[in-house]
């Protein structure tokens, strides 16, 4: 139900409070032509994926971006919720399989997102440079960041990473370059007991 999201961010303009209301029927109608989401979680949208991709957006872990990159969107997560929450950045969806860029598309488009362009490619093969990177989990993080900081600016570039379970191990290499973020201290949920943000400035 959209309601979680008003719940959590009562200060959305009207176009917003639409535009989140709209997410339900579009995806719901895209899921039944391709599996943009898992067929068990799409009754959890809005809990699952669309708060979820704006915890981003309540820890403020943005307020100095412009120019985002969100790698492996998928359908458009986290990108599109948070497009939505901020009119003025700029967001760049990048996917490798060309169906759910085409859903990407098609929901920004019917939304009347204007700071959104979905790209099907990898992020290997993408040369622009970005002034922060957003995703959620499509790898281990040492794997992401490889993959990855050729698309950050040298100075200032960060990445934020949605990921949950254990990853202390994976990010003992960047631990003077990383601060985690408990989702669970802002959403009550259960579902979000186990879910952080890695936050890594290059």
């Avoid at 098609?106 to 440079?129: E, Y």
């Amino acid at each position: 139900m959209v309601s979680i999201i008003f719940k959590y961010f009562d200060s959305l303009s009207d176009i917003q409070k639409q535009q989140f209301e709209q997410l339900g029927e579009l995806y719901g109608y895209w899921n039944e032509k391709i599996n943009v989401i898992s067929r068990a979680d799409i009754g959890h949208l809005y809990e699952r994926h669309v708060l979820h991709s704006l915890s981003i957006a309540k820890f403020n872990l943005l307020n100095e971006s412009f120019d985002i990159l969100d790698v492996g969107t998928g359908g458009g997560f986290p990108g599109i919720p948070l497009a939505i929450f901020y009119p003025q950045k700029k967001f760049t969806l990048i996917d490798s399989i060309g169906k759910k860029i085409s859903v990407a598309n098609d929901v920004s488009q019917k939304l009347g997102l204007k700071n959104v362009v979905a790209i099907k490619t990898k992020s290997t093969c993408f040369n622009k440079k970005f002034d922060t990177i957003v995703s959620r989990a499509v790898t281990a993080f040492p794997e992401f960041v490889k993959m990855t900081k050729n698309n950050l600016v040298n100075k200032g570039g960060k990445i934020v990473y949605l990921k949950g379970g254990d990853f202390q191990e994976e990010i003992k290499p960047f631990a003077n370059k990383t601060e985690i973020f408990n989702i669970s201290d802002v959403f009550k949920e259960e579902f979000f007991e186990t879910k952080k943000i890695i936050k890594f400035m290059l």
